[in-house]
DNA sequence: ACGGTAATACCTCAATTGAGGGATTTGAAC
DNA sequence: GTTCAAATCCCTCAATTGAGGTATTACCGT
């Protein structure tokens, strides 16, 4: 059977363009098209695609906006993104929305065919430049200390984002109470935050434990 | 000019078969292959690959200490795991390591091939399993409200979370400082804590936030 | 031998927080 | 119409923390 798919895209011509494309192949049906997202749900609803073909750049409900609101009206519904953005920031963004593909708009037409293949059958088709930027977000840099703690700073800080009090601490490190206090009013110049509690809230967001 | 490849692999069938195979094309030079990554590091700057193949499962220091150790010696070789392991504990873990391409071994041959060329180019060639997995880690599961904080709490919650006091966050949400202490007081119970500290460490490392 | 840094420890004072109360209003649910 | 949860506000008291010091020991590099 046909894999039914949906098509968002603001661009009039591109969208009819990929339409008649994917039209021309028995094995796609492209069952719905649009310019927006504005019922994105309800489209997905009532047509029960295969696939969603979603722009990000497009007026009024843009396409993150858009992968959200048909994943969370029907899971089982594949999105793939299909933009020319690459930077970082709109990426996560899609993925964390639930995007099950990223493709750029400069896939030549056979790579996007194998990617709408590769989707429904349970792959991430990604391209290339998108893929390693998805792979080097998991090297957490190393942050090589930035911020130029010393060694016991770093494990008083590490027991203080675990959320210990400073007489805690002092315990766990076999150290006076005082000496933790002094560590501490040592550190927070170093990470530029006046309170323990930024302190936890930027070792954490930052991955320096 | 050939591309420059090293094989880690335990099993030597398969070895043997691999540089056999990738040897028959002169696209590619297989210039050295291992049982184990004993000296991945000083191989890794002796023979300047552009390419390491990595199994997991081998004897001594297993495949994930060796992506470490090939990355750390030259980051510009690019890593593919080749591996029956499809879980995801050992994924993230190389993938942490500096892996930049992830291929189960049942990838037939042609798609072998073509995830050199990708890796080289720099993609990141990933079996479509192992590519989905990788996306859908990115979905932070919507906690659902596992605490069952209210709307108010929440949005306390977030803010203690940026490292604000009581009263900033009271001015923030304008409301009282005694407001804000209650809410905070009603929150702790509810994450099971005891204090702000424990709260946001709690908060940001369980993405409550 | 000297200077610098890290690690240790103590003191004081003001501010913030945790803990224990109590109290009112609003809107939704039954 | 009553009950209930959520959100608002206030009070007190003890503990913890932030800020401002000072001081000693040890080790490292020059």
Same mark, same amino acid.
């Given at each position: 059977?046909?894999? $039914? ?24 049906? @492209? ?52 933009? @020319? ?31 709408? $293949?590769?989707? @429904? ?10 893929? $390693? ?34 007489? @805690?601490?002092?315990?766990?490190? +076999? ?18 935050? +006046? ?11 930052? $991955?320096?434990?």
């Amino acid at each position: 059977m046909a894999i $039914r798919i949906i098509i968002f895209e603001d661009n009039e011509r591109l969208r009819n363009s990929l339409s008649y494309l994917l039209r021309s192949m028995p094995e796609y049906d @492209v069952v719905g098209d649009y310019p927006n997202c504005r019922d994105a749900a309800s489209i997905t609803l009532t047509l029960q695609p295969d696939v969603a073909l979603m722009d990000i750049d497009m007026p009024g409900e843009n396409g993150i906006k858009g992968v959200g609101m048909v994943k969370e009206a029907r899971p089982e519904t594949a999105v793939i993104m299909y933009t @020319v953005f690459e930077d970082d920031e709109k990426l996560f963004q899609c993925l964390c929305a639930g995007a099950n593909g990223y493709l750029l708009k400069k896939t030549p037409p056979d790579k996007l065919f194998e990617a709408i $293949r590769e989707v @429904v059958d349970g792959g991430a088709p990604m391209s290339p430049s998108i893929a $390693r930027r998805v792979l080097n977000s998991f090297q957490h840099a190393k942050t090589e200390n930035k911020y130029q703690l010393s060694t016991r700073e770093l494990e008083v800080l590490q027991l203080l984002s675990k959320g210990f009090s400073a007489k @805690v601490i002092a315990g766990e490190l +076999n150290i006076s109470f005082e000496t933790v206090r002094s560590h501490l009013k040592n550190i927070y110049p170093k990470l530029h935050v +006046n309170c323990g509690k930024e302190a936890i809230a930027k070792a954490l967001s930052e $991955r320096i434990v």
